[in-house]
C-alpha cells in the first residue's frame, strides 16, 4: 500500500471517532433535557396538586345546632280564705306552755297560742280548745269541762297571735278532791300542739 492510501484510511477513522463523540454528546443533553421536563411527552402542563384542606363544594351543609329546650313549671297557689270566713285548720298554728314545776300551793297555768297562717284575716271559735290533765289513764281536770263561759267566736289576722290561758286549782274535776303531788300530763283539745308534762309539789 502507497503512503497516500493510508493517509486516506487515517483521516476517515479520525472524523468516524469525531462523529461518534458528537453523537454520544447529544444523546446526554437530549436525556438531561427530558429529564429536567419531568419526562412529559405531551409537553402539557401538569395538574396543580390539589389543597388537602380545601373546602369541597359538593360536601354536606352542617346542620344547624339544635335549640334549647324550654321546661314551663305552674306553680298552684292553694285559695286563701276570704276575710271573716271560718278559719281552715290546716292555716292554723297551735303552740301550748307549761312549766316543768309547780310549788305546793301554785296553781298550774297553762298558756295557748293560735296563729293564723292563710293571706286573709278569718274567724275562729276559741270556745272548742281545752287543756286536759292526765295522770296515766286517768283523767284528773278538764278546762273545758270546768269553764264557766265560753271565749266565744274569735277574729284571727294573718300573722297575729290570739293567746288564752287555762288554770287548774289541783283539785279532781270541778271543785272536786286535791290532786296528789305527782307527775301529770297536760293536752290540748280542739288544736293540734304538743303534750307537756309537768310536776306537782
Not at 286573709?120 to 286517768?138: E, M
Not at 271565749?151 to 300573722?159: F, M
Request: glycine share 14%; hydrophobic share 35%.
Amino acid at each position: 500500500m502507497d503512503t497516500g492510501t493510508e493517509r486516506q484510511l487515517s483521516l476517515d477513522r479520525y472524523w468516524r471517532r469525531r462523529v461518534a463523540v458528537l453523537a454520544g454528546m447529544a444523546g446526554a443533553v437530549g436525556a438531561l433535557a427530558w429529564a429536567c421536563g419531568g419526562g412529559s411527552s405531551g409537553g402539557g402542563e401538569r395538574e396543580p396538586v390539589r389543597n388537602a384542606g380545601a373546602i369541597d363544594s359538593g360536601a354536606p351543609a352542617v346542620p344547624p345546632t339544635a335549640m334549647p329546650t324550654v321546661t314551663v313549671t305552674t306553680t298552684v297557689t292553694p285559695e286563701a280564705a276570704e276575710d271573716g270566713a271560718p278559719c281552715n285548720a290546716h292555716d292554723l298554728v297551735f303552740t301550748m306552755a307549761a312549766s316543768k314545776t309547780y310549788a305546793v300551793a301554785q296553781n298550774p297555768r297553762f298558756g295557748i297560742t293560735v296563729v293564723n297562717t292563710s293571706t286573709a284575716s278569718c274567724r275562729f271559735d276559741a270556745g272548742t280548745l281545752s287543756v286536759v290533765v292526765t295522770s296515766g289513764k286517768d283523767r284528773i281536770w278538764s278546762s273545758g269541762a270546768c269553764r264557766k263561759a265560753g271565749s266565744g267566736k274569735q277574729t284571727l289576722r294573718r300573722g297575729i297571735p290570739y293567746t288564752a290561758a287555762a288554770t287548774w286549782d289541783r283539785r279532781r274535776g270541778c271543785g272536786g278532791a286535791p290532786a296528789r303531788p305527782g307527775t301529770y300530763v297536760a293536752s290540748l283539745k280542739g288544736g293540734r300542739a304538743g303534750k307537756r308534762i309537768f310536776h306537782l309539789r
